[in-house]
């Protein structure tokens, strides 16, 4: 029977996919790891039951996560990653030409899973020479280095549970306090502005009090089903103003191509701004601000790590109450045919009353044969009687002779 995994991205909508065969498992410390088939999305990591990252279409969310922050710098040597243990990010961010990668994660269980298990999603970044691994909290990891970066790109979970830790505004100025300089950059997903528009308010209002400039790329992730946003901020570069003939000639000099979501052009059109998300922002002072003392966000997000049980049990093959049909004696009906006195009447027909009129008609069969019979009989008898007459008229013509 098919399983088939629900991804909900508020209380009231979400999606779901077909999961093919579990092709390994793990836990760790804090999480449970599972990797499976599927034919929507590949290779799909899940943890804690919650989808994290699919090997067919990860580009279309990671090329975006790296590529425009990095293009905006005009030489990015040192660059920090929050999160994002799968490698997809540092498979992208090793493209340029770096000289230091580091990446702060909680889970270190989590990489080597990946780097074993996924080499698709990191193609052998972890054995690069300019990667580092910082197994730790990332916010205690930016409180407390001593090193500079050009970039941040945070790549976290949504912001509910310890995460939420990690989207409030004194966070965001820890982060900028790790700035190489002035043209220090800092990248994260802002969430979705259809399905989580408050979250989406609370980003950008919290990202408003820390940084200058925010620019938002907004993109389709199939992995979401739902249009998504990814912001670069900074308080000297305009990711908006960098023209598509600059950043051609930057991925030229980096000597990077092949990219499939990434492009001078598509920079500028992930930058266009529906209406209707222009007007979410236009209101965004109505919703609080992040903070330590008040890391509270107004959507209803952490409901696929407390509904797991339940996303499972949607799973079909797990549906037992679809078992109960099967279980119903249904039986019972069947077996009213089997008690069968009911058949009593089926034999009313073999009392044959109805052959009475059988024996009847044999009956009247019989009398007409009998009366055939006696006619037969008396035919020759008349007859005989004919020859009688003749001798008497004979006899009485003796006579008158």
């Avoid at 008396?378 to 002779?401: D, E």
Wanted: net charge positive; with cysteine; hydrophobic share 35%.
């Amino acid at each position: 029977m098919s399983r088939y995994l629900v991804e909900r991205l508020n209380p009231t909508f979400g999606y779901f996919y077909k999961a093919g065969k579990t092709l390994h498992r793990g836990k760790t410390k804090w999480q449970e790891m599972e990797i499976i088939e599927s034919e929507e999305f590949g290779n799909v990591l899940l943890l804690d039951g919650v989808t994290q990252v699919t090997s067919k279409n990860e580009f279309l969310y990671h090329e975006p996560m790296v590529h425009p922050v990095l293009c905006t710098h005009p030489d990015p040597k040192d660059v920090l990653i929050i999160g994002a243990g799968d490698g997809g990010i540092l498979r992208e961010v090793l493209k340029h030409p770096v000289d230091k990668a580091v990446m702060a994660e909680l889970d270190g269980g989590v990489v080597e899973f990946c780097e074993e298990l996924m080499p698709e999603i990191n193609d052998g970044a972890f054995a690069d020479k300019r990667y580092r691994l910082e197994v730790g909290d990332g916010r205690a990891f930016v409180k407390n280095t001593s090193e500079k970066f050009d970039a941040v790109i945070m790549d976290m979970t949504d912001p509910f549970g310890p995460s939420v830790m990690l989207y409030t505004k004194e966070f965001f100025e820890e982060v900028k306090a790790t700035f190489k300089d002035e043209r220090g950059l800092f990248v994260m997903h802002t969430e979705s502005p259809i399905s989580r528009p408050n979250t989406f308010m609370q980003c950008h209002h919290t990202l408003s009090q820390v940084f200058k400039y925010r620019r938002t790329f907004y993109l389709y992730i199939h992995m979401y089903a739902v249009l998504w946003s990814i912001t670069v901020c900074s308080d000297t570069l305009d990711a908006a103003e960098i023209s598509p003939t600059e950043i051609a000639k930057r991925l030229k000099d980096r000597g990077i191509s092949g990219l499939k979501a990434y492009t001078p052009t598509t920079h500028h059109s992930m930058l266009g701004e529906f209406p209707f998300v222009g007007e979410l922002l236009a209101k965004m002072h109505t919703v609080p601000v992040i903070t330590d003392g008040k890391p509270v966000v107004l959507d209803d997000i952490d409901i696929n790590r407390g509904s797991l049980d339940m996303r499972e049990s949607s799973a079909r093959p797990a549906k037992k109450p679809a078992k109960k049909p099967a279980k119903k004696p249904a039986k019972k009906p069947a077996k009213k045919p089997a008690k069968k006195p009911a058949k009593k009447p089926a034999k009313k027909p073999a009392k044959k009353p109805a052959k009475k009129p059988a024996k009847k008609a044999a009956a009247k069969k019989k009398a007409p044969a009998k009366a055939k019979a006696k006619k037969a009989a008396a035919k020759p008898a008349k007859k005989a009687a004919k020859p009688a007459k003749k001798k008497a008229a004979k006899k009485k013509a003796g006579k008158k002779k």
